[in-house]
């Protein structure tokens, strides 16, 4: 598995980070079994989650599940938004995290990076 994280923060404690990273589903599991299970194990491992919003769409012509929660850390609130995009066999991560809130206009920003994706679909 690779993980690539992209940082404004220079501290940990202010800006965006965004994580790109792929895992694969065991084997008989779909997609959108996959996404519940990712996300119920979230909300079991994480101080005070709360899922905000959650919606299925594309990304580049490939079925995703965007899920925006937040959840409490000893840097204070942490708020995600995590796209999971279906490349079978495997499936792509996205997580933009901020420390405190996203603004309206930040999501925004971050929707249309994971919109202009190039996925080239070799596992």
């Known amino acids: 598995m690779t993980v690539n994280v992209l940082t404004s923060s220079l501290d940990e404690t202010v800006g965006l980070s965004f994580t790109v990273s792929r895992d694969?589903?065991?084997w008989g599991m779909g997609f959108h079994e996959f996404f519940d299970r990712e996300i119920g194990?979230?909300?079991r491992?994480?101080?005070h989650y709360q899922l905000l919003h959650q919606d299925t769409g594309e990304v580049n012509?490939?079925?995703s599940v965007t899920a925006e929660f937040c959840w409490s850390s000893e840097q204070g609130r942490i708020h995600q938004l995590m796209t999971l995009?279906?490349?079978a066999p495997r499936v792509l991560i996205l997580t933009a995290t901020m420390v405190g809130e996203l603004t309206p206009q930040q999501k925004e920003h971050i929707t249309a990076i994971v919109q202009t994706l190039q996925i080239n679909a070799r596992s």
């Open 61 to 63: 012509n490939h079925p």
């Open 24 to 26: 694969t589903p065991p």
């Open 45 to 47: 491992q994480l101080n």
């Open 85 to 87: 995009v279906d490349i």
């Open 41 to 43: 194990s979230l909300s």
